[in-house]
Each structure stands twice: as structure tokens, then as C-alpha cells.
């Protein structure tokens, strides 16, 4: 395991990882360094770690559905759920942490909040939930504004699904676009075994867009097991800005199916009845 390599050392497990650099890049403001603000920095650098993996099979499902690669976009979104549920979980690991050691550093923060966390909102968008408001709020900041008007502009995971819907002929009844995509959802919720595919795709988005807001909800039961009803540090309200994002989905189509899904199917007015 050792030897003289000269100038050209191996590669090795640190300098691969590049370990040295990345256990430099968490920078306390409090002084003397409050015990809890390592773990602060760390549970959030996690999380943009944990982001940037999500958007990378993101970008590599809407590829995967463009190409009519079915099963590879469903293997993406499948592990997306997967970190997903990692991130629900690494909430209570700063839950740990008690609301009077929270305070002894929280105006350090000021004015930074998790609101203006570029790749939550990179997330948002290119899952189908783009909001132009939001992306005036990175005004300031070139490179996260940059990096989410790319987003806006491009085809979300929500787009990249029912364009395959309908390539695949399952959008061509209705009188709106809405309705067009919910009867398609209906026909594969009904027919789920001679629509496998397009059922597991629909249901790992289904668990994308669960587990998305299932972070939301443990997230503000965690600001208010901390801060109780106390103002945001990015100056909202706090967990009543925060309650209003709760309804927030990026499937709309999928969830709204399930109200009109209905065991007649086929006698009760299934579009594709017969076909
Ligand atoms: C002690 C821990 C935390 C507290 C007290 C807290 C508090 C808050 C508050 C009050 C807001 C509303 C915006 C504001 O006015 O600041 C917010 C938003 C947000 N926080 Fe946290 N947060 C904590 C931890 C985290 C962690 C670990 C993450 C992980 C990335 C995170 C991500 C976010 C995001 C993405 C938003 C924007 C949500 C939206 O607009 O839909 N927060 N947080």
C-alpha cells in the first residue's frame, strides 16, 4: 500500500473524492464557533449534494422519455424517490439540535434562508412546477438566475411524460389540454396491466411529487418545533409562508385522476372503452 511514486503519487481515496477540500468548506459565523453550527452547515451542504444527484437523473429521465426509453426514465425516478426519502429522514438528524442552541447562532444568518437555495428551485421547475415569481427573486445572484431561466425555458419531467402520452395516442380525447391528459392518466390507471409501463412511470412520479411534499411537511414541523411562529431569516412569515407552499404539486393530473377513477370503467364513460 506504499511505495515512491515520485511526482506522480496514485490516486487514492482522498485525493479522488478531493476530501481535503471538501471538509474545508464549511465556514461557522458565529465566534467562537457554536458547537451546533458544523452540524447546521453540514445537514444543509447534504442536502445541495443530495439536489444536484436528483437533478442530474432529472435531466437524464426527460432524455430517457424524449428517446422513448420507458424503463431507464422510470429507473431514474425510482432513485430520485429514493434520496428523496433520505432527505425526509435527514431532517430529524437537526432536530437533534435544541431550539436555544439554534438561537445562540441564528442571526448570523441573516438575510440567508433555504428559500433562495438555487437547486430546490431548479428541482421545482424541471419537475413541471415553474413559477416566474421565483425566478425574480434570483435577480442578485447571475449565476442561479442564469441556471434557473435555463430551466423555465426547458421541458419539464411533467412535459417530457404526457409528450410521450401522447405519442403514444393516449391524449386525444377531451376539450382541453387538462382534460386530454387526465382521461390518458384514467386509461392507465384502469388498464394498469396492459399499460405496465406507462403505469410504473406514472407511479414513481406519483412517489416524486409525494415524497417532494412529504420534505415540505416535515420541514415546517421542524421550523416550528425550533422557531415556533418566529419570522423567517429570509423575511417571510415563517411556517405561515411556509403552510401555503404545502398544496404545491408537480403532477397536478395525477393526483386529480384518482377523483374520477371509477371500478365501471368502460360502461361508466371511459374514453377508450373498446379500443
Ligand atoms: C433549523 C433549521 C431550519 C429552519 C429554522 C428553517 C426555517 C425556514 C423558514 C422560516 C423558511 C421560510 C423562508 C424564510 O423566511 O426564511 C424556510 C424555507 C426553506 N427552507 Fe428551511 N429551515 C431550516 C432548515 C432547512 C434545511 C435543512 C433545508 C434543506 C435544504 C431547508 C430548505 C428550505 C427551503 C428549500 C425553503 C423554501 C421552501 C419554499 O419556499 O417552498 N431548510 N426555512
Known sequence: MSGDYGKNPPLSYNSYLRVQDLINLQDCRSDPAHHDELLFITVHQAYELWFKQVLHELDAAIIFLTNDKVSSATRAVHRIVEIEKLLVNQIHILETMTPISFLAFRDELNPASGFQSMQFREIEFSSGLKDESILGEFGSDPFAHDRLSRRFTSPTLADAFFALLERRGLTVIGTNEREKRGRAILEILTHFETRYEEFQLAEALMEHDEY????????????????????????????????????????????????????????????????
Open 212 to 275: 417532494f411534499s412529504l420534505w415540505r411537511s416535515h420541514h415546517i414541523k421542524m421550523v416550528e418545533r425550533m422557531v415556533g411562529a418566529k419570522r423567517g431569516t429570509g423575511g417571510s412569515e415563517g411556517i405561515g409562508y411556509l403552510r401555503t407552499t404545502l398544496e404545491k404539486k408537480f403532477f397536478p393530473e395525477l393526483w386529480e385522476a384518482r377523483t374520477y377513477l371509477d371500478s365501471d370503467h368502460g360502461r361508466s364513460g371511459c374514453p377508450f372503452a373498446g379500443q
